[in-house]
């Protein structure tokens, strides 16, 4: 069990009660290494915050959320969080299911991750409040996916976003929007965007 990174306790108490579950549950796995975060480093969060004069959480119904809606479902089940890990000793919690880790853990390659929503895990899109209608991949998403599965931090992420789009690799909505879709570029003609 890892304890409580100070940085992300801190910036939970700072987001407050806006914070929901998947969001904790993404903060943690942000600050640790490795794919997903062991269940016993999730409860540890728990009652450190629960712990905290600053701050009214709680760790009892967080926890119970969490084991409720953990699923050892390979694929995109819903919002879920996903048991990952082959071993009882190498038992962890992501919000992305094993399939994704396997498939793209470590990777920053932008275009691969677009590619597999697109064609391995389309659900995924329709579990997004992001974005707008058609087969692009919220660029939130993929900033999330790319920090969690990916292993990187989110200024690392939003650079591969960004070279991936210098190098014609992908295209965004043209709108000014934070939450535009990705595509792959060699799939969408250049007035589709």
Partial sequence: MSEPNQAAVEEAVREGESMGGRDLVALIERHHDGAGVEPETIEAYAEELAA?????????????????????????????????????????????????????GGSTDVAEYVRFVQDEQPEYLDDLALGGPGEGV???????????????????????????????????????????????????SEDAV
Wanted: charged residues 35%.
């Fill in 138 to 188: 919220p660029k939130p998403a993929v900033l999330q996916a790319l920090e969690l599965v990916g292993r990187v931090s989110r200024p690392t992420a939003r650079e591969a976003l960004a070279e991936a789009g210098d190098r014609g690799d992908i295209v965004q909505d043209a709108d000014q929007n934070p939450d535009a879709d990705i595509y792959l570029a060699d799939r969408v």
């Fill in 52 to 104: 905290r004069d600053d701050y009214a959480f709680d760790a009892e119904a967080f926890l119970a959320d969490v084991d409720e809606h953990t699923t050892d479902a390979d694929r995109w089940a819903g919002g879920h969080y996903y048991e990952i890990g082959d071993a009882v000793d190498d038992h962890r919690i992501s919000l992305f299911p094993e399939s994704w880790h396997e498939e793209l």
